[in-house]
């Protein structure tokens, strides 16, 4: 399938550095927000969330920062892979508001062998 | 695999036309969302639903309308379409629709091409 938004930022990597990317969320009363990646032709795929009450979460690989007061979300891919290659989402929800996600615009991950 | 299945995956109708697209939500989920993505506007939430009632409404055009069934599938009707409406359907299912923490599952998409 064709890849959607083809003029997302772009970041450039090479195989086995760290990456990150970088997200600045806008409602303040967000509480909980998600990191998704799409690969080409396929739906977003959920990496790792975290909650407005911690101010960092890791998983396999990834970890996720949240800075409250600047209102800014990061995630960080530890020796990144060729298929890590894909567009990474930030998503942002208020949970009093129900489960609705307001996605970021994207950027896109090229990994360089 | 998310486990959301979304039909059919690609679809190329004419202005004027009307479409359907289903959606069956993964195992055990009761909520269900329909997102569009277009070039120019990202990822828009469209509409959310729970074990058959509306929940919530986004940027929905009056030309859509959704709906959940009792076997909780869901149908995304787009109508009168126009060449605008050409994006990537996304479907996505949760368990409940509030709790924090509750992630939310996509579909692979349907493609839908207006000419």
Not at chain 1, 31 to 40: A, H, L, R
Not at chain 2, 68 to 95: I, K, M, R, T
Request: charged share 20%; glycine share 10%; with cysteine.
């Amino acid at each position: 399938g064709e890849s959607v938004g083809l003029h997302l930022p772009t970041l450039s990597v090479q195989e086995g550095d760290n990456s990150i990317i970088n997200c600045a969320y806008s409602n303040s009363a967000s509480d909980y927000f998600i990191w998704y990646k799409q690969e080409s032709g396929k739906g977003p795929q959920f990496i790792i969330d975290i909650r407005s009450n911690m101010d960092k979460r890791q998983g396999q690989r990834v970890t996720v920062l949240l800075n409250k007061t600047v209102k800014h979300l990061s995630l960080q891919i530890a020796a990144t892979q060729p298929g890590d290659s894909a567009v990474y989402f930030c998503a942002e929800r208020v949970s009093a508001a129900g489960n609705k996600l307001t996605f970021g615009g994207g950027t896109r991950v090229l990994v360089k062998p | 695999d998310s486990g959301v299945t979304q039909t059919p995956k690609h679809l190329i109708t004419a202005t004027g036309q009307r479409v359907t697209l289903r959606c069956s939500p993964r195992s055990g989920d009761l909520s269900v969302y329909w997102y569009q993505q277009s070039l120019d506007q990202g990822l828009q939430f469209l509409i959310q639903y729970y074990n058959g009632e509306e929940r919530a409404k986004g940027n929905i055009l009056e030309r859509f309308s959704a709906q959940q069934f009792p076997d909780l599938h869901s149908e995304l009707n787009l109508s009168s379409l126009e060449l605008g409406d050409s994006a990537l359907y996304f479907c996505a299912s949760s368990v409940a629709p509030d709790r924090a923490g509750n992630t939310i599952y996509f579909g692979e998409g349907s493609w839908l091409t207006v000419v």
